[in-house]
């Protein structure tokens, strides 16, 4: 005889919980993958299409499933659930630093399917498993309800994880806290279904996963060695926007200590104390470039902030600058960790729409916009360089800071005929090491001075954090002639992230413990 429908307020609460850690998930995979393969639109492609992979076989599952034994498998599933999410959260800083190896786009995918695949599939599967347990006989049997109840939950899974847990905790954290969620969801559906039978076998195993997930986190080193240098952390600074590490690197046997800015494990700034010249050589060049191509006293606009050292040091050398990040913490982390420059105006904006509101009247611009790995795509296109030109003064200079690929690859000549064509001429290319390949700063000069790009001379050049030597770096001139095979990256067709996905494994990381995010 067939038992009586489940009680379903207690089906629907379940339900609830378990809608809202799946759209989480998402939002957690995210921020977990960023630091290794970026947090673009690959990234996004293989989180939403591995995800509708994930629970279209949860649901094909959870139709066989709720043929026999229901009950048990409602109270069973969120628990496993959570034990897979425990280990996730406990092995993740072992196996996602592996994925660059194969390529961004391929790295994106297998960690996607490592991160989300095995949660979302157990999870889905309750949805079909709740319909068996309420279900009279009668019209579609509660199915309705059951999905929007579902997605109801998802939706504030969504704004509990972008609002609640990642500004305040680690990625990894987070996976416990949904973990725990899930496991008491099971201890409640056993009793008000009176399948505690069910849970027995499970229930430990999911406890001991959050317990491990745990403990890998509240054990946090303070000191990591990270090849020959030593760090330690300084300070986390978490944001919906980002979370920001700021750490100390020593090199036993040199002089000096490098304050480091950390955003989804990339260096963003760095500062020697005690040590002459900058500790990056990005840095170094762009600031040579800047100097040598502006006059004393000019105004300088530089889009990016994080920890301000270029904007400081361009402030001290007597430019007037303003430097706008989208990023709210920015400035208080720079003020706070970095020395920013007292007399650096800091705005808090886009920098697309402050371009595109900005009047004439900078007699340089630099360009340094990244998000974790990435350029944001929106600051890539023709249009973007035809607003920041629009800002300049007639003869002034742009300078852009791009990681990307090698000179003769798409994506790297679809940004250079962008640049080309927004500012009517050459664009000068300063690299530390001319034709290597890989993905790796490179400093693109446009405007009046590219026609004539000076040779930069850098007295204290960096070959590594620590050490200094004295370089001449002499441009490369692309012109417009020599882009005319390809079309310049425009907000109609930009294929930018994929094309360097495709092109090149995802940059090195600096892979700094987790616990610290």
């Known amino acids: 005889m067939p038992r009586d429908p489940a009680p379903r307020l207690l089906v629907f609460a379940a339900l609830f919980v378990t809608g809202a850690a799946t759209l989480a998930l998402e939002l957690i995979a995210s921020r977990l993958l960023t630091p290794y393969v970026g947090g673009g639109l690959t990234v996004w ?45 406990a092995l993740y800083p072992l196996l996602l630093p592996q994925l660059a190896i194969g390529g961004a786009l391929t790295g994106a995918f297998v960690g996607v399917t490592l991160v989300l695949a095995p949660a979302l599939v157990l999870l889905s599967a309750m949805g079909p498993l709740g319909i068996a347990l309420i279900r009279t006989g009668e019209g579609d049997s509660g199915a309705g309800e059951v999905f929007a109840v579902s997605t109801v939950g998802s939706v504030v899974g969504v704004f509990v994880a972008a609002f609640l847990l990642l500004p305040f905790m680690a990625p990894p954290a987070t996976l416990a806290v949904l973990a725990l969620a899930l496991i008491a969801v099971s201890v409640a559906s056993a009793r008000g279904l009176r399948e505690t039978a069910g849970l027995v076998l499970v229930l430990p195993g999911a406890l001991g996963a959050a317990a491990l997930a745990g403990a890998s986190l509240v054990v946090a080193p303070e000191t990591v060695a990270l090849g020959p240098y030593r760090v330690a952390h300084v300070a986390t600074e978490r944001s919906p926007h980002a979370t920001i590490v700021v750490a100390d690197v020593t090199r036993p046997g040199s002089e000096g200590v490098v304050r480091v800015y950390l955003e989804e494990n990339q260096v963003q700034s760095a500062l020697g104390r005690d040590l002459p010249g900058r500790p990056l050589s990005y840095a170094a060049m762009t600031e040579a470039a800047v100097a040598a191509t502006t006059p004393p006293g000019g105004r300088v606009l530089v889009l990016g902030l994080a920890g301000g050292v270029i904007a400081s040091d361009l402030a001290r050398a007597g430019f007037a600058v303003t430097a706008v990040d989208v990023n709210p913490a920015a400035g208080a982390v720079a003020e ?3 020395d920013l420059a007292p007399d650096v105006e800091v705005v808090v904006a886009d920098a697309r729409l402050f371009l595109e509101g900005c009047a004439r009247g900078y007699d340089a611009m630099l360009v340094d916009v990244f998000s974790g790995l990435e350029i944001p795509e929106h600051l890539v296109v023709r249009e973007t360089f035809a607003a920041a030109a629009g800002c300049l003064r007639e003869g002034g200079a742009l300078v852009v800071n791009a990681v990307v690929p090698p000179l003769d690859t798409r994506p790297t000549r679809r940004l250079l005929a962008a640049i080309a064509a927004a500012t009517d001429g050459a664009v000068a290319v300063y690299e530390e090491t001319p034709g290597a390949g890989g993905r790796r700063n490179r400093i693109l000069l446009a405007g009046v001075p590219a026609r004539n790009a000076p040779t930069l001379v ?26 005319a095979d390809v079309a310049p990256l425009t907000d109609w067709s930009n294929d930018f992230a994929l094309s360097i996905a495709l092109a090149t494994p995802a940059p090195s990381v600096f892979p700094v413990p987790a616990q610290w995010y």
């Open 45 to 89: 492609t293989a989180i939403l299409s591995v995800t509708l992979l994930a629970l279209a076989y949860g649901y094909h599952l959870g139709s066989r499933w709720s043929a026999a034994d229901a009950r048990r498998r409602f109270v069973r599933i969120p628990a496993l659930a959570g034990a897979v999410l425990g280990l996730t959260a």
């Open 336 to 338: 706070r960790w970095f």
């Open 458 to 483: 850098i007295g204290d050049y960096p070959r590594d954090l620590f050490s200094r030597e004295s370089r001449r770096l002499a441009p490369e001139l692309v012109t417009p002639a020599d882009l």
